[in-house]
């Protein structure tokens, strides 16, 4: 019988655990591992057995357990015994001359009967409850309770059960009797907090392919998720040995402790697991540490790893901006830009009309550019001054490109009567962020003309802002 093979070899293996230190260590070890790993497959083939059974319409354990040829004699006999103890009980407990005394006995007794049946049903129901809950079992869970566990699940349990005068008894893999009520399910995977371990991860990842770093926000999330998942009212059992995503800390960490000399790593690698579960609940803080430190390390190597190829992208992206757009504007900002863009301002400034900033400039009879008051009349402002074609194309940046691009700047007599001013440059500076001349004069007067440096430094900052329209 399957399930009592199961058993058998479980308990082989306990009584084999308890000798070793009597007996020559090597071959009990040797044997212990075999025994562990055979038991390991024996469990993972009976589950995959019961899983498709499950699917199929399964009786309940109380028909499973009247039709035992062994358990229906010895529970119809305690029935039978116990019916006849309530009868005689109710007769004195109802009888005309009986004292008091013996009436309340022959009551009281009743009721320890009543309650002895409710018991029988209780747990007869408790194996079917248990079978239905959920069967996503976590791997920290130790391998004689994984055994239990399928036993427990499996249609032939009636064999593993003894009715004794208080209920019904599973016999576990060490041959110790548990009530069957009373039976404690696996503890299942911790799929709550694994999800939000991965979702913590992946956002961390995601930052740095936005170009985020992980110091600051990312350090304070990551560091409160995982104080909460590894909380001691926390199923984080589960997170130290169950998958979050390709992670597993029991797996990355078996050789620390090989290493440590905390496991020996002569055993197979099912016990060397089976090891570590017993050292985590001897010393949990210490684990749970320790997976805090890995965690965090992975989700910043993540994060740094993605924010790697983020730069490295936008590092591309640049290049490729500098091969394809190779000319720097000698405006504010130092945009960069493509052959097409300088012979297009070239173009305006041959026809006559550009925008410069927010104004539209136009030539004028004197063949200097005015700004217009209007872009569809392309009116001149009031007070306007005339610009050269050569201010024009400084204004947008393009005025070192004239000779490569075949453009030759006109003269005027505002050029030939006198050489640009400092003033004026600053102010044409100005204007080239987009400001009118009146605009630029007033910034200019307020902070180049003062002494007060810091205001200097404030309008320099302005003009390194890039060119909102150049």
Do not use: C
Request: glycine residues 6%; proline residues 2%.
């Amino acid at each position: 019988m399957a399930n009592q093979a199961l058993i058998n070899a479980a308990q082989r293996m306990y009584s084999a655990k308890a000798a070793k230190a009597q007996k020559d260590i090597t071959p009990i070890l040797s044997g212990v591992a075999s025994a562990t790993d055979n038991i390991m497959n024996a469990v993972k083939t009976k589950r995959k057995e019961q899983q498709e059974e499950s699917k199929k319409q399964i009786e309940s354990f109380k028909d499973i357990l009247l039709k035992n040829p062994k358990l229906r004699p010895e529970l119809t006999s305690r029935l039978e015994k116990l019916q006849e103890e309530y009868y005689n009980n109710l007769k004195i407990a109802e009888g005309a001359f009986v004292g008091k005394k013996r009436k309340a006995d022959a009551i009281e007794a009743n009721n320890k009967i009543a309650d002895q049946l409710k018991k029988y049903e209780s747990q007869l129901n408790s194996v079917d409850l248990n079978k239905k809950l959920n069967t996503s079992f976590s791997k920290f869970n130790m391998l004689g309770d994984q055994v239990d566990d399928t036993i427990y699940r499996d249609k032939t349990l009636i064999d593993n059960v003894v009715l004794q005068d208080d209920g019904f008894y599973f016999k576990n893999h060490k041959g110790e009797l548990i009530p069957l009520d009373e039976y404690k399910p696996l503890m299942q995977v911790n799929e709550k907090g694994i999800s939000s371990l991965v979702n913590g991860f992946v956002s961390a990842e995601n930052a740095g392919f936005k170009g985020k770093g992980y110091e600051g926000s990312i350090e304070e999330q990551v560091e409160t998720l995982i104080n909460f998942e590894l909380g001691a009212d926390k199923n984080y059992e589960s997170i130290l040995f169950d998958d979050i995503g390709t992670f597993n800390y029991a797996e990355a960490n078996l050789q620390q402790e090989i290493d440590a000399g905390r496991i020996d790593g002569k055993l197979s690698k099912s016990e060397q697991l089976e090891k570590f579960k017993e050292n985590i609940k001897a010393n949990p803080d210490f684990y749970r540490q320790d997976f805090k430190n890995d965690y965090v390390t992975v989700v910043k190597q993540a994060n740094a790893n993605a924010l790697a190829k983020y730069e490295a992208e936008k590092q591309e992206i640049q290049n490729r901006n500098l091969k394809e757009k190779p000319y720097q504007l000698t405006t504010p900002g130092a945009q960069y830009v493509g052959k097409d863009y300088i012979e297009d301002v070239y173009d305006q400034i041959r026809r006559g009309d550009i925008i410069v900033g927010n104004n539209t400039y136009f030539r004028d009879k004197d063949g200097l550019f005015y700004a217009s008051d209007s872009n569809a009349k392309l009116v001149k402002s009031e007070n306007a001054e005339g610009l050269t074609d050569r201010d024009i194309a400084r204004l947008r940046g393009v005025d070192t490109f004239a000779n490569e691009f075949g453009y030759e700047f006109t003269s005027s007599k505002k050029e030939d009567a006198k050489e640009e001013t400092p003033e004026e440059k600053q102010i044409k500076l100005i204007m080239s962020t987009g400001k009118t001349r009146e605009e630029a004069k007033k910034l200019y007067n307020l902070y180049f003309a003062s002494d007060d440096s810091k205001k200097i430094d404030n309008v320099k900052k302005a003009l390194q802002a890039p060119n909102r329209n150049p």
